[in-house]
């Protein structure tokens, strides 16, 4: 026989958690999803790693997502208000991710944005990554709202988060303009997640598959890539060009002039829930 089933509070360390799905019901997502070769990407990472120089998959959809997202700022935008509605459309890209962590002994999942990546260089898109995933949950800044937020009694909590997230003036800095999540670091090929962002990519493993090209099959190193879209900031016509164009980028990745994109000490790209 089996005993008797245990039940307890949920732990405060997974309050920011339910206040953030509490807030993203109001989104109307609709799923997209493609597959990018990353032979341009690989050969670019491998160069790199000659010189010392390591950078993660998740860095790579940082930094051309954000130039896509720049270029799209009816995308790069947020709403709010159901008999009112208003949007809000972004000068800067910024991009939340999402990482495993450990704090107080339990293993939960933080989110930190990283602003203006349209003008970031890899460089500094892999120090900010590298800088939160070994970093001290209990000690960086970027968290300091969530650990509030596990000390704040569950009402009063809710409302702080909603007053911290829902104006329009302030969400670009709280949740980001749009949000990339990986678990490529796993043997999953894709997901969808809703990151409270009128965009929100999800990021699998890259594995080599057969594809075709110029009529001939051969091996590449194949990224699905999927994104989930709130219908009340685009369509799915804006949103299909976001995507195209973020794989295309991928495809075709190659340092951009003045994009700081220069060798430099290595960096530790191990993925642990933030980026391989």
Known sequence: ??????????????????HFLDTIREFAPVFLDTEVDMTAVRAHRADADATGCRYSTLTYVLHTA?????????????????LRPRVARYPGAHGKITLDKTLNGRRIVLSAVLRDLERA???AIQGQIDRLRSGDPAELPEFSGARLLHRLPWPVGALAYRAAVRPLARRAEAMGTFAVTSLGHRPIDGFHSVGG??????????????????GRVVVAP????????????????EAADVLAE?????????SRPGSEDRPTPAWSADTAGGGR
């Open 1 to 18: 026989m089996s005993g008797p089933v245990e039940q307890a509070r949920v732990a405060r360390e997974r309050r920011h958690t339910l």
């Open 66 to 82: 954000a130039r896509v997202l720049a270029a799209h700022p009816e995308a790069n935008a947020a709403v709010r208000g159901r």
């Open 121 to 123: 260089g890899l460089d």
């Open 197 to 214: 962002t009128t965009v929100t990519l999800g990021v699998g493993r890259t594995q080599d598959r057969p594809v075709v090209r110029e």
């Open 222 to 237: 194949v990224l699905r890539l999927n994104m989930s879209f709130d219908h009340r900031v685009i369509d799915g016509a």
């Open 246 to 254: 973020i794989k295309e980028g991928l495809e075709a990745f190659a």
